[in-house]
């Protein structure tokens, strides 16, 4: 339990050590130093406890307590001064809420419901440990060349505001440990609302205007998730007594129609958190921030918090929908969750082919696959939960992996346009087979993303979810479409360009080469992984194995993603074919260049861009629908679950 | 044994010309006489073929194109130059911008007169060049293998 | 270890299918260039002609356009063939799908690599074409597993009624986007082997000689492999039911090459909107009766 606790602290510790470092060096030495301490006692935490089902701690403190309520409320005082400061009112009235509802909660309710157990663990808050510990700290150590960079492109004389931007995304790490690590449902919530005001301040980084709009888009979507969360809380401490969320998802378990209304609300916290649409807009929104932090919010942290607590309440939605007594009242947040999430992955998957820009292609990507993991826990089954939590994994390395590739790559060609990426291949070749990594790993067999989804259709095929099935399908056609295209940009040869990856900062390879290992050892190890650390978790909760998968199978994934990163990384560029000039229909002028001789003697040169399909999937067509259908099915699922508030009819 | 003339495939070009030869060329490939049976396919793509028909003259604008293609057919590879222009220049041989017949831009394999070139001319010159084609190849094996 | 065994099997069924399918694909080539050459009112090549094609492929000069477009589409090769003996040694459908897409998006890298405007333009509409089809093709993946209760392709043997009994309709809807697969008119946006109706030679403008050779024996081995899938819809507990399996692909080939004689190309809007309408209507409303029967009855 120390190490929990360690975990806990220590980033926070860091972060306030950061705030006070003004010199580059020592900066550089305490984040790595952190980092691996980080990584190092998230992985030993791993290991110790490989395979533990779930294992609650004893722990209760009322000085915890009354921490995270001067915590919360230090939260809501800082979204009130951003937002008096901005003329926001929205975010003012949504923060002025919930300071309230946490306070009068706190004193009114809480002290009467003591929790024993304060934290535990199990496998998938172990998983989601390793994910932040490893992944998380890795983009912390890329984000020091990065932010160096990204400094010195400021214009002359601006404040250097490093120390801030480093502590909060240790204060990120913390929270999110707290989150995973919570079996009071307070201090859980307490994570929770940390990190959205974390990546308020993180979105809003550069000051300019649009960053700011974008960090309210962000603060008061995520409120309202929290104002959720908070509404779930009252009904679990008036309506049934306890605060404890193992006692509630065993009471939920028991009895799903009498907490459909407090799941519904949690529910809806993870589906703003996990930027499902309707609530999409933010996470493209958060695209304004330096890349490190976009790395941070979409892999490892944030979006992983919305999905890991709806990964948690799977086993009540399951009990929801199938239970025999409960009604549709019991499935209504099951219903919601598989509807918003299915249809968010469709429609983000289409309107992620329209994209150019490289980050806002990653966004729509990872809002479609979070949607996938929305869905998987909305259906609940051992089988689903089992992919849903690979789904998390090779999500957020490969995601992150992405990512950092992206940013170095921006701050070296200057454009994270995806058409600029054109030659990548040859300008920056370490890179750009990192990045290939990366995208293999998002959507083709045998990479693990693929093997999640190929879980996930399977157990959608047993279930008999038919509208999940169709969505899974045209959805995954047009996973293939935008990724097969931004991969062919960056393997295009041509022209013999100048090498510029020379001056990339050591800490991001360093970054960069932790997420590639990470990405070939899960995908090399995956029946491992499964037999390790996800299938005690299904087995703890459900008492059942889910495996779709056959381990045979598993191996052959296995056996080919090695063969693959061996053909990417050591078999390309080896043969004894003769070179040719590529064919131009005509006269070259400079063929390694392109040109030509055109109708009227002069030169033009041949490029293509790839296809984007604007008038068939871009966003003006598809946003409003999705927006519209998740509105609209979220509201009737709300509906619905209060009519189990007894007195309410 | 050389596979070349089991399956030549025929890339087609027309240099400055009246169209006629261009037309025949065309009616070779047509049910009536069924170049096919010969394995023989009209391509488009110099990459894919072994033998190049050219029609027609050689003139200053088109003679970079008549070399570029040839350049990037894949050896082994055979120029057959259909119709009297292709030739010689034929009755265009004086006009202001003509160079002449095909080989005064690549080396010309199997000459092919006739204006405008029957099919069965071209067929009989195809006949000839898949000759040539596959002395070419085996030499090209030869080489290989020494090499 | 049982698994070991499954490993084994697929291994075998990988190396069998390497040798068979090429030699297959390659005669069932030279008869659709007969029959179609015949529809045509031609006397058409000899039926070897592809293998003479191929031969002569590989004695040309070795030459690329860069060095990694040939590693690309070996590959490309190597996973079709791969994903050929997962399937005919009994293994998982899904699997064979998934690896089937695998080979064909290294097809398409190795067009991209070359950075050449008419391969790119092929290669473009290669990936089109993945996504126009690929819908379909997982429909009839889980319609299978929702009628035979496996995914496992060996699961059919067991089965006392063919599955194309309950998931008809799953079927029409395969043979539309099969027609994109077997790369036949009018769904022959990428590549074709009819010259007339090409941007150069879309997809493989760029690749000659030996790669060549392999684009081609890897598009013999597809086709294998695609009327193995057809096949398997007329697949129950008897031996005989492989008879009928073959009678039933040499039925649908022959229709393909009919199909392909008579249609002009489309745009790839039309691609796109009938591909998807017809998996949404086809493979959608079978899947949906087949998970809700059982209620209704």
């Not at chain 1, 219903?335 to 082919?353: D, H, K, N, P, Y």
């Not at chain 3, 299918?17 to 007969?34: N, T």
Request: with cysteine.
């Amino acid at each position: 339990m120390a190490l929990l606790g360690f975990l806990i602290l220590f980033p926070l510790v860091v972060a306030g050590v950061l705030l006070a470092v003004r010199d580059n060096r020592v900066r550089n030495a305490v984040v790595v130093a952190a980092a691996l301490v980080i990584g190092i006692a998230s992985v030993w935490l791993v290991v110790s406890y490989l395979g533990a089902p779930w294992i609650p701690f004893d722990f209760h403190s009322p000085v915890v307590d009354y921490a995270c309520m001067v915590v919360s409320v230090l939260v809501a005082a800082a979204i009130l001064f951003y937002g008096i400061r901005h003329k926001n009112a929205a975010a003012c009235a949504l923060a002025a809420v919930q300071v309230a509802g946490s306070l009068v909660f706190e004193f009114a309710f809480a002290h009467g419901l003591p929790v024993a157990q304060g934290l535990y663990l199990d496998s998938l808050s172990l998983l989601m440990a390793f994910i932040i510990g490893v992944v998380g700290s890795g983009i912390c150590v890329y984000a020091l060349g990065y932010m160096e960079d990204f400094q010195a492109h400021e214009p002359e004389g601006a404040k250097d505001r490093r120390p801030v931007f480093f502590a909060l995304m240790f204060a990120f790490l913390s929270a999110m440990f707290l989150i995973v690590f919570s079996n009071n449902m307070v201090w859980l919530f307490t994570g929770w609302e940390v990190t959205t005001v974390c990546s308020f301040l993180l979105i809003g980084y550069t000051r300019t205007e649009e960053a700011m709009r974008n960090a309210f888009r962000q603060i008061v979507m995520n409120l309202v998730g929290g104002i959720a969360f908070l509404g779930a809380l009252y009904v679990c401490a008036i309506q049934l007594g306890t605060l404890s969320l193992l006692e509630f998802l065993q009471i939920g378990v028991q009895n799903p129609a009498l907490v459909a209304l407090p799941v519904t609300a949690l529910a809806l916290a993870g589906l703003t958190k996990a930027a499902q649409m309707p609530f999409h807009t933010w996470l493209l929104g958060a695209m304004v921030a330096p890349t490190p932090t976009s790395a941070l919010l979409h892999s490892s942290t944030m979006v992983k918090a919305g999905v890991f607590l709806l990964v948690k309440l799977s086993p009540v939605m399951y009990a929801g929908s199938f239970a025999p007594q409960g009604g549709l009242l019991a499935s209504v947040p099951a219903i919601m969750t598989v509807l918003v999430g299915g249809i968010t992955f469709a429609l983000c998957s289409f309107m992620a082919i329209s994209q150019t820009n490289a980050k806002r292609v990653l966004a729509y990507s990872t809002i479609a696959n979070l949607g996938l993991i929305v869905a998987c826990a909305g259906v609940g089954t051992p089988e689903a939960v089992w992919a849903a939590a690979f789904l998390i994994l090779f999500h957020a390395i490969a995601k992150s992996l992405l990512f950092l590739c992206v940013g170095t790559a921006e701050h070296h060609i200057g454009s994270r346009d995806i058409e600029d990426m054109d030659l990548l291949f040859e300008r920056m070749p370490r890179l750009s087979r990192f990045m290939m990594l990366g995208i293999l790993c998002m959507f083709i067999a045998p990479f693990g993303m693929l093997v999640a989804k190929w879980a996930t259709l399977v157990s959608f095929a047993e279930t008999g979810q038919v509208a999940l099935i169709v969505i899974l399908a045209f959805g995954s056609a047009a996973t293939f479409m935008f990724w097969a295209k931004w991969l062919g940009k960056l393997s295009g040869i041509a022209a013999a360009r100048e090498n510029v990856e020379r001056d990339v900062h050591a800490s991001e390879w360093a970054a960069v080469m932790v997420m590639a290992v990470l990405v070939i050892l899960c995908c090399a190890g995956l029946p491992i992984v499964s037999w390790l650390s996800v299938e005690p978790y299904v087995f703890s909760v459900y008492g059942t194995l889910g495996q779709d998968i056959s381990t045979s199978n598993l191996w052959i994934a296995s056996i080919l993603s090695i063969a693959l990163a061996v053909v990417l990384f050591a078999g390309l560029g080896r043969t004894k074919a003769r070179k040719v000039d590529v064919y131009l229909a005509g006269v070259s002028r400079d063929n390694a260049e392109r040109t030509f001789q055109n109708a009227l003697s002069g030169t033009s040169t041949a490029s293509a861009r790839n296809w984007y399909l604007e008038d068939v999937f871009g966003e003006r067509r598809i946003a409003p629908i999705g927006t519209a259908c998740c509105s609209v099915i979220i509201i009737v699922a709300f509906a619905a679950a209060a009519v189990s508030l007894p007195g309410l009819f | 044994m050389t596979y070349a003339t089991k399956s030549p495939w025929v890339i087609h070009y027309d240099g400055s010309s009246c169209n006629g030869c261009d037309i025949e060329v065309l009616a070779a490939l047509c049910p009536g006489y069924d170049v096919e049976r010969f394995g023989i396919i009209n391509t488009g793509n110099p990459k894919h073929a072994d033998i190049f028909l050219v029609t027609g003259s050689v003139n200053e604008q088109n003679i970079k194109v008549v070399q570029e293609i040839y350049n990037q057919m894949v050896e082994p590879k055979v120029v057959v130059a259909c119709g009297i222009c292709a030739c010689s220049g034929g009755i265009f041989h004086d006009c202001y911008n003509v160079i002449g017949g095909v080989d005064q831009a690549i080396p010309v394999d199997v000459y092919a007169p006739g204006c405008a070139v029957r099919p069965e001319a071209i067929i009989d010159a195809v006949v000839q060049a898949l000759g040539i084609l596959e002395e070419k190849s085996k030499a090209l094996q030869a080489q290989r293998k020494g090499a | 270890m049982w698994y070991d065994m499954s490993l084994f099997s697929v291994l075998i069924g990988t190396l069998a299918f390497a040798v068979l399918a090429p030699v297959l694909g390659c005669l069932l080539a030279g008869l659709d260039r007969k029959i179609s050459a015949r529809m045509q009112g031609r006397v058409g090549p000899p039926l070897l002609q592809p293998y003479y094609d191929v031969r002569k492929l590989l004695e040309k000069d070795n030459v690329s356009v860069n060095s990694t477009e040939g590693t690309y589409v070996t590959c490309a090769l190597v996973f079709t063939l791969i994903a050929g003996g997962i399937f005919f040694s009994g293994g998982n459908l899904l699997m064979s799908v998934f690896v089937v897409t695998l080979s064909g998006l290294f097809f398409i890298v190795a067009a991209y690599s070359t950075r050449s405007p008419y391969a790119e333009i092929g290669a473009m509409r290669e990936t089109l074409q993945v996504m126009a089809y690929e819908p379909m093709v997982l429909f009839m993946a889980v319609a299978f597993f929702m009628a035979a209760g496996t995914f496992d392709v060996a699961g059919a043997f067991a089965l006392t009624a063919p599955v194309v009994t309950v998931i008809w309709p799953v079927l029409l809807g395969f043979l539309f986007v099969l027609t994109i697969k077997l790369r036949k008119s009018p769904f022959d946006l990428s590549y074709s082997h009819h010259a007339h109706q090409e941007i150069v030679k879309g997809i493989t403008t760029e690749m000659s000689g030996r790669t060549l050779a392999k684009v081609e024996v890897m598009h013999w081995c597809e086709n294998i492999l695609f009327l193995g899938w057809t096949g398997l819809f007329f697949i129950w507990g008897t031996p005989a039911s492989v008879l009928v399996a073959v009678i039933v692909a040499a039925v649908v080939y022959f229709l393909e090459i009919w199909i392909d004689n008579n249609f002009a190309r489309v745009k790839w809007q039309a691609l796109l909107k009938s591909a998807w309408v017809v998996a949404l209507v086809a493979g959608g409303v079978n899947i949906a009766v087949l998970a809700y029967a059982p209620y209704l009855m």
